[in-house]
């Protein structure tokens, strides 16, 4: 990482001032340390995140209470959510686009380096908002990541920190989606038309939308949340004339479109890796496109279906139900794109197209349960059971990390000039996704059978699978140590490595090539 963004842009701007040290990170305006910074905090976060995931594993290795109280239980479940989701995926997919879309567009930079900037350093104070919280009195809250009215009401002081934690990564989201449109839409390269870009850009630009459209409706609920807690407003009040399923469908109106702010970049990379190992053009790239904008579009009117047992009437049941099916026609478009992208290719399985395999397989599991979660009279069965938890775990572990970690592989070449350890990876991918389903699988059974999700204790007849699920979870935590190693052993040294390091997949991915970094602004080329 070092060499490439100690390297100096042609010359001009010498002798401008250049932070070194700390200073560097904190001033930094270059979408590749910003990238970089993005990286970081959303790895760290994904291992804090990890840690309370395997303290709720624990405590539910076997029936009856062991380890913690059931509020804590509860705060842990409701951090571990805010937490991967806000903190270790999303940042994630914002650190790759910082790294990624200048340069597969020819950008010099981001269009608003300094407030590109400001959206990574407004995180850190919100991740310490939201860890800190366990701290305060009453602990942090244990509503649930979805934050449901009327418990948040009668929460501790942990909520207010929730809430402002909130608004905090809302800001930094929607000022990081304003760049990333911005520097699409008025950046390429000449002859970078808009349909000639690399498909994780194209997935970038839609999440962006996405994005601007529902982080102000998340920052709205939880604002109403906050009036009615201290300013004595009764929006989710049924006592003052409010209703709490109202919070639900404010909630669920950005929550459905952020499933899918979690998932479009994955299909992103997944589209950029696949064609390379297959050493084919992906197949089908304007069908990607309209799929990836149909999916978005669609995501907007299906948020009702986290609803099926708040009694609506069964004529809006209906319309959540077949339009939530719908969605499965463009996500069903993108996985056969992908596999005839394979289809009589020459394929090697390198660790970064055995993470998108393994997600196009994995991913697509999730997707099935997500069908069968649709249909009404039978969701009503899974409701607040394992099964759920289930399903979008295959969904955003299967699918979002998965692909991370896949394009993480693929990448880190390019960015530290270094080849990561092909073996190390190798191992990294199949410890993960067999302990995955050592952890996960289970959980569909246990919630077919009835296990109610969020529980810290639970009846004995669900105690094989549940031991099962932690050994699994925890065969899970221990890999990720691989990844860590991976990465660690990458940046230190290894092999050299260049843009052209997948052989054979000259042409099909590094469209052009790396701008020189610069340091400050005065060192920015100038951009008509
Ligand atoms: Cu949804």
């Known amino acids: 990482m070092s060499t490439l963004a100690h390297e100096h842009g042609h010359g001009h701007g010498a002798h401008a001032h250049h932070p070194s040290g700390i200073m560097r990170w904190i001033t930094t305006t270059n979408h590749k340390d910003i990238g970089t910074l993005y990286l970081w905090f959303s790895l760290i976060m994904f291992f804090t995140g990890g840690v309370m995931a395997l303290v709720i594993r624990t405590e539910l290795f076997q029936p009856g209470l062991q380890w913690v109280n059931p509020e804590f239980f509860n705060q842990l479940t409701t951090m571990h959510g805010l937490v991967m989701v806000f903190g270790a995926i999303m940042p994630a997919f914002v650190g790759f686009a910082n790294w990624q879309i200048p340069m597969m567009i020819g950008a010099p930079d981001m269009a608003f380096a300094r407030m590109n900037n400001w959206s990574f350093w407004l995180l850190p104070p919100a991740a310490i908002l939201l860890i800190g ?51 699409i839409l008025n950046m390429r390269a000449p002859g970078m038309t808009l349909m000639k870009m690399p498909l994780f850009a194209w997935t970038w630009l839609i999440t962006a939308y996405l994005l601007i459209a529902v982080m102000p409706v998340l920052a709205g609920a939880v604002t109403m949340t906050l009036t009615d807690r201290h300013f004595g407003t009764s929006f989710f009040t049924a006592a003052g004339g409010g209703d709490p399923i109202l919070y639900q469908h404010v909630f669920w109106f950005f929550g459905h479109p952020e499933v899918y702010i979690m998932i479009l970049p994955a299909f992103g990379i997944v589209s950029q890796v696949i064609p390379t190992f297959a050493r084919k053009p992906l197949f089908g790239y304007a069908s990607m496109v309209y799929a990836t904008a149909s ?62 395999v393994g997600f196009i397989f994995v991913f697509t599991m999730g997707g099935f349960t997500g069908l069968m979660c649709a249909i009404t009279p039978v969701d009503i069965q899974y409701q607040e059971t394992y ?27 390019k960015w530290t000039g270094n080849m990561y350890p092909e073996g190390l990876g190798k191992l990294h991918f199949w410890c993960s996704i067999i302990s995955f389903n050592i952890a996960f699988f289970p959980m569909h059974f246990l919630g077919l059978a009835g296990m109610p999700r969020r529980i810290p204790d639970y009846a004995t007849q669900f105690t094989d699978f549940n031991v099962v699920s932690t050994i699994g979870a925890f065969g899970f935590g221990l890999s990720q140590l691989f990844f860590l190693f991976a990465i660690l052993r990458c940046i230190r040294g290894g092999e050299r490595a260049d843009g052209r390091v997948w052989e054979g997949a000259e042409g099909l991915e590094w469209h052009l090539p790396s701008p020189a970094p610069y340091h400050s602004w005065e060192d920015a080329p100038v951009v008509k």
Do not use: C, R
């Not at 009195?137 to 942990?158: I, N």
């Not at 699918?399 to 896949?406: E, K, N, P, T, V």
């Open 387 to 413: 099964f759920v938890v289930a399903h979008f775990h295959y969904v955003l572990v299967a699918g979002s990390l998965f692909a991370l970690f896949a394009g993480t592989y693929y990448w880190l070449p």
């Open 133 to 183: 919280s366990f701290f305060v009195p009453g602990g942090a809250t244990g509503a649930g990541w979805t934050l449901y009215a009327p418990l948040t009401l009668q929460m501790g002081m942990g909520m207010d920190l929730a809430i402002f934690a909130v608004h905090i990564l809302g800001a930094s989201s929607i000022m990081g989606a304003i760049n990333i449109i911005v520097t």
């Open 295 to 356: 999916i978005a579009i669609l995501s907007f009117i299906v948020w009702a279906h986290h609803m099926f047992t708040t009694g609506m009437p069964a004529t809006a049941q209906l319309f959540f139900m077949y339009a939530t099916m719908l969605i499965a026609v463009p996500t069903g478009v993108k996985v056969f794109n992908w596999i005839a992208t394979m289809w009589k290719g020459s394929m090697t399985f390198e660790t970064p197209m055995l993470f998108a």
